[in-house]
């Protein structure tokens, strides 16, 4: 998947001119049921900000792989920077990105992330920085490695869906105070939340359609902020 490219400009010219806007991608490195990759969330947030790129003239950067996911301790595999870490990592990349870019959005594809995502924001807000963040979500909830990522990861890449491993575990009402407090592991023992079996191409496109007009909606208000 080839992402638009951040050095097609002359340097000095993206340091002064500081009329674009940048997408940065973030992901983790999690656990998805025994039928999705472990990096689902990020393949997930770079392809939509490609699908973004196609429609819009902005700039990606490489995506960031790892974010908050302790609620996934106890599986095989998991990397995770924790909350503060993500937060702080969120914020330097902020401050970084002032001198080259108008604004900077966060696209999102783990739910994780969802709390250093806001405290990033409001500080960088109050520095006066100019970034918004769009975080992917279901209209039914699906929560983790059901139908909703799964149906993305077919329209994306089928090869990465095992299929013959597919097995679904609805979640409990509840289920999100009870991750936070005793880590999906104590829910799910699969990982997965959600009904994969229900996965079609179909809607991983649909909803990739309507993530993206999501995030333009942030790019346009974005431009029109004085």
Known sequence: MNLPSLDRRNHLEQATERTRILLVPIGSFEQHGPHLPFD???????????????????????ALAYGASGEHQGFAGLLSLGTN??????????????????????????????????????????????VFAWMASAMDGDPHAGE??????????????????????VPLEGWGSLARREGIISLSPSGVLG???????????????????????LINRMRSMP
Request: glycine share 6%.
């Open 85 to 130: 870490v993500t937060e702080q990592v969120l914020v330097e990349l902020v401050r970084s990105a002032r001198d080259s870019w108008a604004g900077v959005i966060f696209v999102s594809g783990h739910g994780g992330n969802n709390e250093a995502l806001a405290n990033a924001l409001r500080l960088c807000t109050n520095e006066g920085d100019r």
């Open 148 to 169: 909703s990522e799964t149906s993305v990861m077919l329209s994306i890449n089928p090869s990465c869906v095992r299929a013959e491993l597919i097995e679904d575990a």
């Open 40 to 62: 689902t969330d990020t393949i997930i947030a770079r392809t939509v900000c490609c699908d973004v790129a196609a429609l819009e003239d902005v700039d990606v950067a490489p």
């Open 195 to 217: 009904s994969p079996s229900k996965a079609t191409p179909e809607r991983g496109v649909a909803l990739r359609e309507r993530w993206c007009a999501e995030v333009v909606t």
